[in-house]
């Protein structure tokens, strides 16, 4: 699947999602970090002689720097703090707004702009969805799709 059909998918379902959903959330992270092995730590007592021996796990790993990021993936489609992440690491210094429900609007609305010619706007259940869906629909454009 290219890069823009996946992008389109994910906001497909992102669009029909009526809160959290751990597999769009995993497949959000994709986007963004790579999965793998990586030393994270140490374990007391677990070595012969009760020394300390290292510990790996799988976990997100950033491609840029590759140092481990989390173990699960982050909430992005609960969370408006993991949304705003996934904005500001998806696009570097894009602008961005969220609007909440109102009485006359039963759907929250996010606005991202890339720049002057590049303003998606994002409409679904909750902000943090509408923030994702419109940061989504930026990639698409940029990366060539309508």
Not at 68 to 87: G, N
Request: with cysteine; net charge negative; charged share 25%.
């Amino acid at each position: 699947m290219t890069q823009t059909k996946e992008l389109k998918s994910l906001l497909d379902r992102l669009e029909c999602a009526k809160g959290a959903d751990r597999q769009l959330d995993e497949a959000l992270m994709a986007l963004l970090y790579v999965r793998g092995r990586k030393h994270i730590g140490t374990q007391e007592d677990s070595g012969p002689g009760g020394r300390w021996v290292p510990v790996e796990n799988d976990v997100w790993i950033d491609p840029a720097t590759d140092k481990w990021v989390c173990t699960a993936a982050l909430d992005f489609t609960s969370s408006l703090d993991d949304a705003v992440l996934f904005v500001e690491r998806a696009i570097t210094q894009a602008e961005w707004e969220v609007q909440s429900k109102t009485p006359s609007r039963d759907f929250c609305m996010a606005f991202v702009r890339l720049n002057d010619l590049t303003r998606v706007a994002g409409t679904c259940e909750t902000p943090a969805l509408s923030l994702i869906a419109a940061t989504l629909g930026v990639m698409i454009r940029r990366d060539g799709g309508s």
